[in-house]
Every structure is written in structure tokens, then in C-alpha cells.
């Protein structure tokens, strides 16, 4: 078992407790290391373990692969059994691998899935194709979306002349490279998905962070207590505009076999610069809220050499093409074989 967000409710990664794990790639700096899985992070990128699974209600599998030069699948719904799983937000919640290479992550992800009676939600799942021989197909006569121009606020110019150089990348080995419009803006899904967490997380936890004699983590009690505000009709209300954000997106998406966005605004920032009231998770949340699959993976560095990252998001249970589009990035580039210094 690794660190993590307290009650996983955090994509910085941070904990007031028991101590945020030290991003490896920079030793001198401490520096988020992604959340709210962030000892899974920092245990593969530093070497610790091969491989390591991490829960996604929001980004939590994909921003700690962004942040320590990782490859993270975050699964469909229902893919992957959640039980045995502490709850966060058990409409979004989703277990996934973290791992140095697609390759490794698709080979544990591909021992993941199945039906599982104690999560009815898997039975209904669609069967999974054999995950390894679909890696190799390449991805000649895919249809790839890059984001709206409009989505590109608030990213800092390396992240995207890293996603720019990515999506060119993908482009020469010979998928076709599109314009989508999109029905939703990812910050919409965001604040959607803010208040689902929150109210979901606030039934399961609701008592714990009310007692002001227990030792909450300072930045995770705030996250959690607006859910005591969110009557049923509204929670109602959310799920409706969850389905119907849903709808609209899905029929767009016939169009591509994926969307392409940075997993990031920013590479990993030092951690007594967090303003905790923030959340890192603006490309990843929606993900969650459509109940779409997606994969983060290394796309490059910046001048500082801090880790960047390509966000490759597809249709719901389609999770073999994103490795299959990762897998063949990565034998084209050699940003997932870079590791941290000094360890």
C-alpha cells in the first residue's frame, strides 16, 4: 500500500498527516506529485515498484502518471471491479494501472477486468478484447480530434508546444489529425462533477468531517462538507445533467476514435504554491463525468526538466484503442524511458 489524498479527495496530492510523497523529479524542490494516488506515482517513477494500481474519480490515476512521467489508464465504469475499494464518489469511481511504459500498464491492466457479482456494474460491461496483440495495430486510419482552441487557456506554453509536438507526432504515423466540436466545455464537466464528488463523498464520510475532534486533513474537509448543502432534487439534477452532457458528447464522438488534450494546464508546481481551493483536474474530470475511458502518457519535459503529458480520451469501454494510440507514440519517442536522476 501506498500515500494518498486523504479519502482520495485531492488531485495535488498532498497530505497534512502522514506527509506528501516527494515528487522524484525534482530533488531539491518539493513538488506535487499528482492525486490523490500519489505514492503509486512516486513508487513506479522512482523505481520502487514496476507498476502500481491507483483509483480515478477525477483524474486521480491520470495527473500522478502526468506529474512523475508515467503511463495511467483510467478505466470505464464498470470495466474493472471497484469492490474492496474505499469509496470516494461511487458513481465515478474507477480503479487503473500507473506504469513507466503503455506496454506495462496495458500488461496489468489486461489481468484487471472481468464480471464480478460484488460490483454488479461489471456484468453488464461489454466483454474486453485481448489488450496485448491490439497494442501493435498502430494507428493508421484513426481519426484523432485535437481540443477546441478555446480549451487551450490556462496552459502554460510548454505544455502546449508538448501536446502540439505530440499531436504532429501521431499525425506522421499516420492517423488523420481533426477539428471536433465539442457540446461541453471541460470546465462545465468540472464543476458538475465537483458537485456529484461532493455529495456522494459527503454521505459516505459526512460525519467524520463534521467532528471537529478529528485530526481532517485541513485542505480535504472543505472539499468534502458543500455536500451537506446538495439536496436530493439538486444531486438529482446533476445526474440529469451528467446523462444529458453525456448524450450530446457521445453522438459528437461518433466522429474520432479519440480526443487528444493535455492531461495538464501545468507541469508539477512546488508544493507551498498549491492554492487548495484549485483543482489540477480540468482536462480529466470530464472524463469521469461522461464515463469515457482515457490514457495519460509522457510527452515531454520542460526547460526545468519536469514531466509533461498527452491525454489520450476515448469512447466508453474502448479502452484498448487508447493504449493501442500510446503504444504506438511511445515507440516513436523516448519520453516514457527517461527517469529521475539521483535515485
Not at 456494474?121 to 495495430?137: E, G, H, I, N, W
Not at 483536474?281 to 519535459?301: I, K, M, Q
Amino acid at each position: 500500500k501506498t500515500h494518498t489524498v486523504e479519502f482520495a479527495m485531492g488531485g495535488w496530492g498532498t497530505n497534512e498527516h502522514l506527509g506528501t510523497p516527494w515528487n522524484p523529479w525534482d530533488l531539491a524542490v518539493p513538488r506535487t506529485p499528482g492525486g490523490s494516488s500519489s505514492g503509486t506515482g512516486v513508487a513506479a517513477a522512482s523505481g520502487m515498484a514496476p507498476w502500481g494500481i491507483g483509483t480515478d474519480t477525477g483524474g486521480s490515476v491520470r495527473l500522478p502518471a502526468s506529474w512523475c512521467n508515467l503511463s495511467g489508464l483510467k478505466t470505464t465504469i464498470g470495466r474493472v471491479s471497484t469492490y474492496g475499494i474505499l469509496p470516494l464518489a461511487p458513481s465515478l469511481d474507477t480503479p487503473g494501472p500507473m506504469a513507466r511504459s503503455v506496454e506495462d500498464a496495458a500488461l496489468l491492466y489486461g489481468a484487471m477486468p472481468g464480471a464480478d457479482p460484488r460490483d454488479p456494474r461489471t456484468l453488464s460491461a461489454p466483454p474486453q478484447p485481448d489488450v496485448m496483440p491490439s497494442l501493435r495495430r498502430g494507428v493508421k486510419g484513426l481519426r484523432l480530434a485535437r481540443m477546441p482552441a478555446g480549451e487551450r487557456d490556462g496552459c502554460t506554453p510548454e505544455v502546449l508546444a508538448a501536446y502540439d509536438a505530440a499531436v504532429d507526432a501521431l499525425g506522421r504515423l499516420g492517423a488523420e489529425i481533426v477539428d471536433l466540436a465539442l457540446p461541453c466545455r471541460f470546465a462545465d464537466a468540472t464543476r458538475a462533477v465537483g458537485r456529484i464528488i461532493a455529495s456522494e463523498a459527503y454521505q459516505l464520510v459526512g460525519k467524520l468531517v463534521d467532528d471537529p475532534n478529528l485530526p481532517i486533513d485541513p485542505a480535504v474537509r472543505p472539499r468534502i462538507q458543500p455536500g451537506a448543502r446538495i439536496t436530493a432534487p439538486d444531486y438529482l439534477a446533476a445526474l440529469a445533467e451528467r446523462d444529458a452532457m453525456k448524450r450530446t458528447f457521445l453522438a459528437a464522438f461518433e466522429e474520432v476514435d479519440a480526443l487528444l488534450t493535455p492531461t495538464t494546464q501545468t507541469p508539477p508546481i512546488p508544493i507551498d504554491t498549491i492554492d487548495q481551493s484549485t483543482t489540477p483536474a480540468f482536462f480529466t474530470r470530464f472524463v469521469n463525468l461522461l464515463e469515457l475511458c482515457a490514457l495519460s502518457v509522457p510527452d515531454g519535459f520542460t526547460a526545468t526538466g519536469l514531466p509533461l503529458s498527452l491525454h489520450i480520451i476515448c469512447r466508453p469501454y474502448d479502452e484498448t484503442t487508447a493504449l493501442r494510440i500510446g503504444w504506438a507514440y511511445q515507440q516513436a519517442t523516448d519520453w516514457h524511458e527517461r527517469h529521475p536522476s539521483g535515485l
